[in-house]
């Protein structure tokens, strides 16, 4: 109980703050480019060699994702700063930690709302996804089980990336240099997946395998997205706990 | 012997090389409003974050209402209020919105919030965004969060802090009409002796991390009141007299000066005179007690 109304108390901090709005626009927008994409180059598109046997569906989760893997790690991490920076401005934690309330759901508090955040995101890219097939008029059937896939991909694959930002943020007292962070490793993750062992290890490169697709190995995101996620989220709660609020 | 809100046994805290509190000794009686003095960088906010264990000591124990914080911080963080260092407010909340989130975290009813705006006097304000606020709204908004619940300790670090002169005095009114109003036993702390002055019962004085006063204000205003200046001859030998005695003397512009915590004036005017000094001035000295302050931390000299 005192965990739910902790993350209450997360959730009413970000109320008229751009988090929301950031969290709901965010898929539309992408949504938005990629219905310009293929309303302009479906065609196109389809009578390429490299796409022939794709499905409607594939092809637009395929045109999607080129810029998606960027933005929902981008986005993440955006919020996750965005999350720990309200703390740091107001000066808030100290006085929340003064409060009769465990440290550690404190932490985990402001985790699930991230999380719950990224996942709210990942499902409304989902919903514009086959507003965007539908919209489009895919000559296929709606592919309900492709966009699952993706979706839950996704869910699984962020984790690594929340508790790693969510670590950093609460680790380091400036958020700014967090965001500087989570911006480098996103805009390096191309590089970390062409590695084997970087794309396992790294959390930012875990959400470009979340493409269901027999060329892509979507274990990364299952299996490193999980257990990465659950290895950061443990060492930031022990962390959190020892932590020091000077 | 009154009940001990706050006791703290040879806290000590060190950050590397620097010992910011060494060896304290607090102890705060029930129903005092204390005011914890200190310059800044004195180490009155690591104190206080030791005392709602923010900051986990190096050694020593802080004990709030008889229980060690180490060990039952939930239980006594329950009777505790505290504004840590400065108010902490979300700006895009409204100040009713800033006190529902501590109301939902302490699971306490809807009416606290009113209790609490009332008090520091924000019920007018309190739909308004808190980025609207001036500086001394913000305090009090601070205050009022640290006023949620049923406290029965509140810890104001520097709540006056950044003030002008009349958002100073509003927020000293508050402080000072809290005990009554709330019943709660009050830690301030502040680096303004006048401050302090104007507002606690008992003061702490600390400095470079030790205590060194503790007491009521009398008390610490009597202090200020041991110095007893002399006008003797031959001097030298009359300061060498006095030495020997065990006074503490110094001379100043032609005059010796004791200072002790204990001195009978009357007595060292017989023994100077039954020794063959002609006595010719013998005053006590009443010392400000911003003097006494500045003399007790290395301020001043004399």
Known sequence: ?246 | MSELVIETKGLTKEFGSLTAVKDLNLKVKKGALYGFLGANGAGKSTTIRMLLDLVKPTRGNAYLFNKDIRYHRKEILRKVGAMVESPSYYENLTAYENLEIIRRILKLEKKEIDKALEIVNLSKWKDKRVKTFSLGMKQRLGIAQALMGDRELLILDEPTNGLDPAGVREIRNLIISLPEITGATVLISSHILSEIELIADHVGIIHNGKLLFQGTLEELKEMGNREIAIKAQPLLEAEKFLRNKGYDVEMREGRLYITAERINIEEVNREMVLEGFGVSHLSENKKKLEEVFLQMTGGIEG
């Open chain 1, 1 to 246: 109980m005192e965990f739910y109304r902790l993350l209450r108390g997360e959730f009413l901090k970000q109320k008229k703050s751009l988090t929301w709005p950031i969290s709901l626009f965010a898929p539309i927008l992408a949504g938005g480019l990629s219905f310009i994409n293929l309303l302009i180059r479906y065609d196109y598109l389809m009578g390429l060699e490299a796409n022939q046997g794709l499905s409607s569906w594939n092809l637009l989760l395929f045109q999607h994702h080129f810029m998606w893997f960027i933005f929902l790690p981008l986005v993440v991490t955006v919020i996750a700063w965005m999350v720990h920076y309200i703390e740091f401005k107001s000066g808030g934690l100290k006085n929340t930690l003064a409060l009769p309330v465990s440290k550690k759901k404190v932490y985990l508090a402001k985790w699930a709302l991230v999380f719950i955040l990224s996942s709210i995101m990942i499902i409304i890219n989902g919903f514009v996804l086959l507003l965007v097939g539908i919209a489009l008029r895919f000559p296929e059937a709606v592919d309900f089980i492709l966009i699952l896939k993706y979706s839950l991909y996704q869910i699984i694959g962020i984790l690594s990336l929340i508790s790693l930002q969510t670590l950093i943020s609460a680790g380091i007292n400036n958020t700014n240099i967090a965001l500087a962070m989570g911006f480098v490793g996103v805009a390096s993750s191309l590089f970390f997946a062409q590695s084997e062992k970087l794309a396992k290890l790294i959390p930012y490169a875990h959400i470009i395998f979340t493409l269901p697709d027999p060329t892509i190995n979507n274990h990364i995101p299952i299996q490193y997205g999980l257990s990465l996620g659950m290895a950061f989220l443990l060492i930031g709660l022990i962390y959190f706990n020892r932590k020091e609020i000077c």
